[in-house]
């Protein structure tokens, strides 16, 4: 099982979206194991996003998203960062496919509604900066899994 960060953007939320994007990643089969919303402070969001520091679009990236709340959550699945980026879709939201997170409800590049961790490397270092106390993350088996996964071929291997 693999772990990964999403966020959802002050526009997802100031939009009332936050429920229909989280039940998307539900609906899927992926297991919520951390959840929280707040205005999240400059400092987090600018070691969050410390790789793009150098390029034009870094300050307003940090100001838009310390904008509003933002709902920070650590997902978990099979393959989950593949999966959740396919769910969010292309950056550009009006290139993003329908059907796509992106592509169903949103229109800008900047204002994307979704943040989510690209690979296994990106999604330890995020998850550790956002859920930074283990205890934010719960352990726990969903009654449905035997319904989402064959646990004997998919889970077992």
């Known amino acids: 099982m693999e772990r990964s960060l999403v966020l959802l953007k002050p526009d997802a939320v100031q ?3 936050a429920g229909n ?7 899927k089969g992926l297991k919520i194991v951390g959840m929280k919303m707040r205005t999240f402070p400059t400092e987090l969001l600018e070691k969050h996003y410390e790789v793009h520091n150098e390029r034009p679009f ?3 990236l940090v100001e838009f998203m310390t904008s509003g709340p933002v709902v920070a959550l650590a997902l978990e699945g099979k393959d989950a960062i593949s999966v959740i980026r396919s769910l969010v879709g292309k950056t550009n939201s009006r ?5 796509t997170i992106r592509g169903d409800l949103g229109m800008s590049f900047s204002n994307n509604l979704v943040h989510a961790s690209d690979a296994p490397e990106t999604a330890k270092f995020e998850l550790g900066l956002w859920f930074s106390d283990a205890a934010e993350l719960s352990d726990w088996t969903p009654v449905t899994e035997p319904w989402v996964y064959n646990v004997a071929e998919e889970l077992n291997a």
């Open 15 to 17: 939009r009332g979206l």
């Open 21 to 27: 994007i989280i039940s998307r990643f539900e609906a």
């Open 58 to 60: 870094f300050r307003g």
């Open 95 to 99: 290139e993003a496919a329908p059907g």
